[in-house]
T-cell receptor, first 114, second 113 residues
Framework: AQSVAQPEDQVNVAEGNPLTVKCTYSVSGNPYLFWYVQYPNRGLQFLLKYITGDNLVKGSYGFEAEFNKSQTSFHLKKPSALVSDSALYFCAVRAPTGANNLFFGTGTRLTVIP | NAGVTQTPKFQVLKTGQSMTLQCAQDMNHNSMYWYRQDPGMGLRLIYYSASEGTTDKGEVPNGYNVSRLNKREFSLRLESAAPSQTSVYFC????????????FGSGTQLSVL
């Protein structure tokens, strides 16, 4: 069975500091991994994905994520946080075969403090 | 650039009432999905339609029915609403069942009293 864990409900970081939002996963076979962001009263927006290839994936708005197979992790990072990055972030995983059924984590609320 | 459009945005129902949530996408995607979002539980898949004419149950299908009316539209029906169905509902679409990621609508906030 597939599952995703986001161990932190809330992450606070000062503007300009680097940020990390953690995600670990469990899936049979090689995973497809995703990060989505949700701003207030909006649907989820795709940030980045890992399917195969380079373990460091770059996405929208300066975000990147590192796939670590041995630790089954896919942490989201950004070198310098902006106040506008404050939002709810979801990690998601799906198996490489079968229906496109994403399993989502419970979300991490990121607050960037001016 | 509408993408995925959901209606209504807000709805309040009484227990036992029925309603249909509408979803339409203009990206010519084959696959469509209904998720519900509850605090502390992330998003959970209710039903999905891999292609026009097919529907399948997701993780939490009980109390819901769906209709893939055509390639563009995928509706979610609550026949007899219950307070446990109070949630935010999101429709999503993807190019095909193996498409790499989903496009989401802006959601429907449903309260069942």
């Amino acid at each position: 069975a597939q599952s995703v864990a986001q161990p932190e409900d809330q992450v606070n970081v000062a503007e300009g500091n680097p940020l990390t939002v953690k995600c670990t996963y469990s899936v049979s076979g090689n995973p497809y991994l995703f990060w989505y962001v949700q701003y207030p009263n909006r649907g989820l927006q795709f940030l980045l994905k890992y399917i195969t290839g380079d373990n460091l994936v770059k996405g929208s708005y300066g975000f990147e994520a590192e796939f670590n197979k041995s630790q089954t992790s896919f942490h989201l990072k950004k070198p310098s946080a902006l106040v506008s990055d404050s939002a709810l972030y979801f990690c998601a995983v799906r198996a490489p075969t079968g229906a496109n059924n994403l399993f989502f984590g419970t979300g991490t609320r990121l607050t960037v403090i001016p | 650039n509408a993408g995925v459009t959901q209606t209504p945005k807000f709805q309040v129902l009484k227990t036992g009432q029925s309603m249909t949530l509408q979803c339409a996408q203009d990206m010519n995607h084959n696959s469509m999905y209904w998720y519900r979002q509850d605090p502390g539980m992330g998003l959970r898949l209710i039903y999905y339609s891999a292609s026009e004419g097919t529907t399948d149950k997701g993780e939490v299908p009980n109390g819901y029915n769906v209709s893939r009316l055509n390639k563009r539209e995928f509706s979610l029906r609550l026949e007899s609403a219950a307070p446990s169905q109070t949630s935010v509902y999101f429709c999503a679409s993807s190019e095909d069942p193996q498409g790499p990621f989903l496009f989401f609508g802006s959601g429907t906030q449903l309260s069942v009293l």
